[in-house]
């Protein structure tokens, strides 16, 4: 279904929020405002199944519709394989659990700072920190960190804060069909429950947890995905 919740002039911008009208729409809103989504989502399968193998265990936290649970899964044929899968949006996990049959999945309705990460063989984060508190965010990764196994991988992307590829990026909404209106009315709805670090900040941050391998595999504008092991 095409992304139409902003093409009308609202009166007032509420905060953006992850109900039923943005799971209708989520597939083409976020391929229509993620450049290199698909590269991010398809490598984060790849990623996790060089180190899983034929068994393990692996969370997808901020799991959405379910992308990069599938993504794993799809590159993971062991039946020894299990996906945790959690997010906080009731509307996002009814359909994730639609989207996606596999036995070897959960999908789990919780908060991610409230989650439990126990013995997990790979962890994947896409598009979350951004919206965590910053002040929770180096604990978080610290829970992290602290469930994962020895040699375990974790799987970031983000968007970063650079305000040099901002004009090419809303360029590049505009190409995809988006009108002036709707990335103003977008951004707006953003600006109070988004905020971005720095490509430097998210590196830092990573090292002081305990990751000495974190890496920038891509980076597209001003989105970046990382890698690290434990």
């Not at 670090?197 to 595999?217: I, M, N, P, Y």
């Amino acid at each position: 279904m095409k992304d139409h919740i902003f093409e009308q002039k609202h009166k007032i911008i509420s905060d953006f929020t992850f109900d039923e009208a943005v799971v209708n729409v989520f597939p083409d809103m976020i391929k229509r405002s993620i450049p290199g989504y698909d590269t991010m989502i398809s490598m984060t399968g790849l990623l996790v199944a060089k180190k899983l193998k034929n068994k393990g265990l692996a969370y997808d936290l901020g799991c959405s519709l379910g992308a990069s649970t599938m993504a794993i899964l799809d590159q993971c044929p062991g039946d020894q394989i299990n996906v945790i899968a959690v997010d906080n949006s009731k509307d996002m996990i009814e359909r994730a659990r639609k989207n996606v049959k596999d036995q070897r999945a959960q999908f789990v309705l919780n908060d991610v700072l409230e989650t439990d990460i126990d013995s997990a063989d790979a962890v994947v984060g896409n598009f979350i920190l951004q919206f965590l508190p910053q002040k929770a965010r180096q604990a978080f990764l610290e829970k992290i960190y602290a469930g994962m196994n020895a040699g375990a991988i974790l799987v970031i992307s983000e968007k970063v804060d650079d305000s040099t590829y901002i004009p090419i990026h809303e360029d590049w909404k505009k190409d995809n069909g988006y009108s002036n209106l709707e990335v103003e009315q977008k951004r707006q709805s953003l600006e109070n429950v988004m905020h971005v670090d720095t490509e430097s900040t998210h590196l830092k941050r990573f090292k002081s947890v305990g990751f000495s391998s974190a890496q920038q595999w891509f980076r597209c504008l001003n989105w970046a995905s990382f890698f690290m092991y434990k």
